[in-house]
């Protein structure tokens, strides 16, 4: 079976170098290992993207010479899909409705650190869900819901946990080589009961990213260091459905001038606005350090 790779970009907002670097890396481990490529789009969030941004992403890996296998799948396309696997946690009781607004859950976090003891925070330092609603009655849940509340579906962690009732943890490339690889020991506790899908949209970034990689075959994952720690919840979502666990490589992250990390709005290193200055795609593969 050939190893299947995909680069899975968002749609909102330009690509600049560090979504080429990615793609390279993809495009690179995959011809190294005869593997195929795919191209994804994560458009769940469709109030910030756009058509415009998705032709503009083909355009610039075309441009790039990046070449992915077709139909592209579009996470849009797929809520169904979504809904059936969010269904089987709720099924299970694997998650709940989260009634707590941002001021509730500030205000739990400020009696609980006042009786003691520094409130725990996950690993991007938001303090974890207090969860006072995670043991809600069935009925005042249906009422809650009925009468039109905003929640959202979050994975009651601790359930999770004991219905997996051992150690996760996953296979990490060291490089792009995949000749060396450490298993990682998963952490999902430390990141407590994060956010599965909203009111209004069946799904997130966790549940999609994990439906999708299995759903398609894929067994390489190759993204950025940004969502290394990530991968511990996605490891825990996967064993919940029991999908097989991809192997994964985070490489670096291309910074800019200043060492920050690159955002969508960073003018001077985005792909369009280098190609319209005159570079070229080898100029773009030096200049992330790909030669
Ligand atoms: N769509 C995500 C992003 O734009 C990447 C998801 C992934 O590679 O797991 O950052």
């Known amino acids: 079976m050939r190893p299947v790779f995909r680069f899975a970009p968002s749609p909102n907002g330009r690509l600049h170098l560090g979504h080429a670097f990615s793609a390279l890396v993809n495009q690179r481990m995959a011809q190294g290992c005869g593997g195929r490529l795919l191209l994804r789009i994560e458009d769940i969030d469709v109030a ?43 099924e299970e009781e ?17 009696e609980a650190e006042a009786k003691g003891g520094r409130w725990p925070r ?6 974890l869900y207090p969860g006072l609603d995670r043991t809600l009655g069935a009925r005042e ?26 150690p996760l943890a996953w296979t990490e490339y060291a490089d792009m080589g995949m000749q060396t690889a450490a298993s990682i020991d998963a952490r999902p506790q430390d990141w407590g009961d994060v956010v599965i899908a909203r009111r209004d949209v069946p ?13 398609q075959g894929v067994d390489r994952v190759v993204r950025g260091r940004d969502l290394y720690l990530a991968t511990s919840v996605q490891r825990l979502l ?15 992250l291309v910074t ?5 990390k690159l955002s969508k709005s960073a003018g001077d290193s985005g792909i369009a606005e280098l190609r319209e200055r ?5 100029e773009i593969r030096s200049m992330v350090g790909l030669d």
């Open 48 to 90: 910030r993207c756009t058509p415009e941004f998705e032709a503009a992403i083909y355009r610039d890996l075309e441009w790039l010479g990046i070449e992915w296998e077709t139909p592209v799948r579009r996470q849009s396309e797929h809520f169904g899909e979504y809904r059936d696997l969010l269904g089987r946690l709720i």
């Open 94 to 110: 694997l998650v709940y409705p989260a009634f707590m607004s941002r001021g509730e859950v500030r205000a739990a976090i400020v």
């Open 122 to 127: 996950d690993p991007d330092g938001a303090p």
């Open 141 to 166: 849940r249906r009422r809650r819901i009925d009468r039109g509340d905003p929640f959202a579906w979050r994975l009651d962690s601790a359930a999770a946990l004991e219905r997996i009732a051992r």
């Open 203 to 215: 799904t997130s970034y966790l549940l999609s990213v994990v439906a999708d990689d299995a759903l």
């Open 238 to 252: 996967q064993e919940l459905f029991g999908f097989a666990p991809p192997a994964y490589f985070h490489h670096r």
């Open 256 to 260: 800019g001038p200043d060492g920050r």
């Open 278 to 282: 005159g570079a070229t795609p080898a």
